[in-house]
């Protein structure tokens, strides 16, 4: 057990919906990642938060956001989905947003199915 | 843009040591080399990193050249539960934010 938590761990939606994926940190950890896995496409950064604000942007779609809240949590949004969304969405957490030992620890993803 | 060369995959029998193979020619002086491991669809695993000197924890050991070129992951004793892809991966520093950038892995299947 990492101590990063996400929910919901399975989610099933149509086309054109929009879903919320939520992640708490490990305790502690001031910084947030969340990454995109799909079949064809390997574990891509989609965008980093750092004790609420934006720190780094990867490949992230205009339809997803995300954000940082004052208790630390992220929730990633997603929006007007399409079936190539169809993915594991995996968060991270760290103590810090860089430096030695900056270990990045991985929560156990949120599979989310586009219909 | 990963920074990492790695096999495609390995075999490896129960009970040997299993070594695996990385190489990171353009890695810079201040940069980590970190492995991760993916069991199935479950969320990467930290394992171990290292800078210029060889590190041990619990799970691995990281033997990197003194040129830095390369490393080596060795599991000293698979099983049947270490097969998994293990990413090998140099850490991205830009601006105030070091993202980790996972290439295709090498996939490690441990054989009875």
């Known amino acids: 057990d990492s101590g990063v938590t996400q929910t919901p761990k399975h989610l099933i939606t149509a086309t054109g919906q929009r879903v919320t994926l939520r992640c708490s940190p490990r305790s502690g950890d001031l910084s947030v990642y969340w990454y995109q896995q799909s079949l064809d496409q390997g574990l891509q950064f989609l965008i980093q938060y750092y004790n609420g604000e934006e720190r780094a942007k990867g490949n992230i779609l205009e339809r997803f956001s995300a954000q940082q809240f004052p208790d630390l949590h992220s929730e990633l949004n997603l929006s007007s989905l399409e079936l190539g969304d169809s993915a594991l969405y995996f968060c991270?957490?760290?103590?810090?947003?860089?430096?030695?030992?900056?270990?990045?620890?991985f929560g156990e993803g949120s599979w989310l199915t586009v219909v | 843009d990963a920074k990492t060369t790695q096999p495609p995959s390995m075999d490896c029998a129960e009970g040997r040591a299993a070594n695996l193979p990385c190489n990171h020619s353009?890695?810079?002086?201040?940069?980590?080399v970190y492995w991760y491991r993916q069991i199935h669809s479950q969320g990467p695993q930290y394992i171990i990193h290292?800078?210029?000197n060889n590190e041990t924890n619990e799970m691995a050991s990281l033997i990197i050249t003194e040129d830095r070129k390369s490393s080596t992951l060795i599991l000293p004793h698979a099983t049947l539960r270490d097969t998994a892809v293990y990413y090998c991966i140099v850490r991205v520093a830009q601006g105030g934010s070091e993202k980790l950038v996972f290439g295709k892995g090498m996939k490690l299947t441990v054989n009875p």
């Open positions: 353009t890695i810079s002086g201040n940069e980590y």
């Open positions: 290292g800078l210029k």
């Open positions: 991270a957490s760290s103590r810090i947003s860089r430096g030695a030992g900056n270990t990045i620890y």
